[in-house]
């Protein structure tokens, strides 16, 4: 009924697993990861709670294998389930239950373990693999391709429903650190591709945080390049315009900004709202002696 992929980005550390179903919103119940820790795909006939279980193990120091062994001999139902896990060493496991649906298996390489059950051919899991170990670029558009691939060989026997991604730091930190990437689509008839343009998105709205970042630290130059960049991804999203309406203010480009935001506000209105608001609370760095009301004359 899946197919999934775990892997460990050996150059950043970051742990991933990326899964294609045709169930729904099969993001809530076979992706699991923890910053520093690990990631895990439970499926076959799932049972959520070897996520968290392998988690704990993996971070209670318990190696990849020996976490998997403790979960298949807690669960009377092992031999329907497919568990794959990675620790944050970049050690592997995976296990196929002999009662999972044909076609059904896994693989471990040494980058990535992948797994299928209900795969429309025996092509899926090797085709991830070969895919994943093939592609370059970022971590998470890697974890990607290998979905990809799986699909272009056959798939889920019963076709398409959901997607997710989910990718987190290598290094373990506060709870609410450490969420690099949390993509879902929970029903669709092309889950893949919304879960591409949902990746463009979120790379996009790095970008934005950056240039927050930059901008209130007082580099407005860096905050424009990381914007420009951004709307590169994202052509016209309107929350990165505004953005770039602050940077090249910060800049001293009035003019510039204050045409960024008439043609912001020329697609959506409710923009003035926010333009008040940023410049009433200081945050919009208009030039001395300019108001708001000046800049939407």
Not at 67 to 86: F, G
Not at 166 to 181: F, I
Not at 244 to 273: I, K, Q, Y
Request: with cysteine.
């Amino acid at each position: 009924m899946t197919y999934s992929i775990v892997a460990r980005d050996p150059e950043t550390g970051a742990l991933g697993v990326a899964v294609q179903s045709a169930v729904l919103a099969v993001g809530t119940l076979v992706p699991w990861a923890r910053p520093g820790v690990g990631a895990v795909a439970t499926q076959g006939f799932t049972e959520p709670a070897h996520g968290p279980r392998c988690l704990d193990g993996l971070s209670a120091g318990m190696s990849a294998p020996d976490t998997l062994a403790d979960a298949v001999a807690t669960d009377p139902a092992a031999e329907m389930r497919q568990i794959a896990l990675v620790s944050a060493d970049g050690t592997l496991a995976a296990r196929t239950g002999t009662l999972c649906v044909d076609h059904a298996g896994h693989l471990i390489e040494d980058s990535c373990a992948v797994q299928a059950n209900m795969a429309a051919t025996d092509r899926v899991w090797p085709a991830m693999a070969e895919a994943y170990t093939a592609a370059r670029g970022p971590f998470p558009h890697r974890l990607l391709t290998a979905l990809r691939a799986a699909e272009a060989a056959g798939g889920d026997a019963r076709g398409r429903m959901s997607a997710a991604l989910l990718v987190v730091a290598g290094t373990r930190g506060a709870p609410w650190q450490g969420r690099l990437v949390d993509l879902r689509t929970d029903r669709s008839g092309d889950p893949l591709g919304d879960l591409a343009r949902l990746l463009t998105a979120a790379d996009a709205y790095r970008g934005f945080d950056r240039a927050v970042e930059a901008l209130y630290g007082g580099d407005a130059d860096g905050a424009l390049r990381a914007i420009d960049t951004a709307l590169a991804a994202l052509p016209g999203e309107q929350g990165l315009r505004f953005l770039r309406a602050g940077a090249l203010m910060a800049r001293g480009e009035a003019a510039a900004a204050t045409g960024e935001l008439h043609a912001l506000l020329a697609d959506h209105p409710g923009w003035e709202t926010l333009l008040r608001g940023f410049a009433a609370k200081g945050l919009l760095p208009l030039p001395p002696g300019t108001t708001a009301d000046d800049l939407l004359e």
